[in-house]
């Protein structure tokens, strides 16, 4: 018996990962993604032309494996991914999940409630997202700020309950803020916390904050390097002094990235000229390197704790 992790692709034995970002988006399309970007044709060969095109920068950088925690109502097309990861080779885990509350609110409604939003996250993490057999990898859930609303919370205790029931993942999004609330109430509802990576920490330099996560037993994700809005300077010494304290085995990195966004910014030129899935390698590794972190410490990011936080949370046996 081993134990494998769904790709959109097929299922991949976690050893076999390499290096691995842990949030990038290969296509976002807010609503949900149109008829064009989900079967062959003119625009969707653009797009999966135009994304094998960072696949082969990444390459050098020997990226083998890319989380993509887009949500249906972000855009996921399954279709997308599998056509560029058998184009590419990249093994891609896609997500399960809701990203909007509203659109909670409408999808509770046509699943008849609470339990039926379960019994669909549950459905895609081990049958399959429509009828396509290509079963997510990890749930995606979301808080915004000050505080976590009535529908952010229900929805968390969804994917709380999915996660119990298929043994996925979690990963989150936050405003670099309530991410210590989001792990309380994801752990009270039975999930492990070994099994939560708690999104876009690196939005805080408060090390009380992330030290109150990382000693309660989840991951934290600085993943945002790049993105405009802080300098990336700043989440560097924040991780460092995180990998100092002797947390490194408990942290994880990306860039948030978006490969082809539908009215969106584009990666990689004016102010986001550095947001682009390439960073952390042509940047930010230097950085870590100048200031005494090792390679050792570096693959832990990169490697070591993917590969862990995946075998523990949601691997499945064949």
Known sequence: ?????????????????????????????????????????????????????????????????????????????VPLLCALSKKTGIAIICATGIYHAAVYRRIRSQCGGFAGVTALFVRELTTGIDQSGVRAGIIKVVTGAPRISSDERELLEVAARAAVVSGAPIITHTEGVLGDEQQQILVRAGVPPDRIIIGHSCLSVDFDYHRRILDAGSYLAFDRFGMPGMLDEVRATTLYNLISAGYGSQLMVSHDSVWHWVNGPTMGTGACKNWKPTNFFERIIPLLRYSGITDQQIAALLIDNPRRFFTSAGAVQS
Do not use: N
């Open 1 to 77: 018996m081993v134990s494998v992790i769904p790709t959109v692709t097929g299922t991949v034995a976690p050893e076999k990962f390499g290096v691995t970002l842990m949030h990038e988006h290969v296509f976002v399309e807010y609503g949900g993604p149109s008829a064009e970007h989900c079967s062959a044709g003119p625009v969707f060969d653009r797009i999966v032309a135009a994304c094998t095109s960072v696949v082969e920068q990444l390459t050098p950088w020997g990226v083998q494996t890319v989380v993509d925690p887009t949500t249906v109502d972000l855009g996921r097309s």
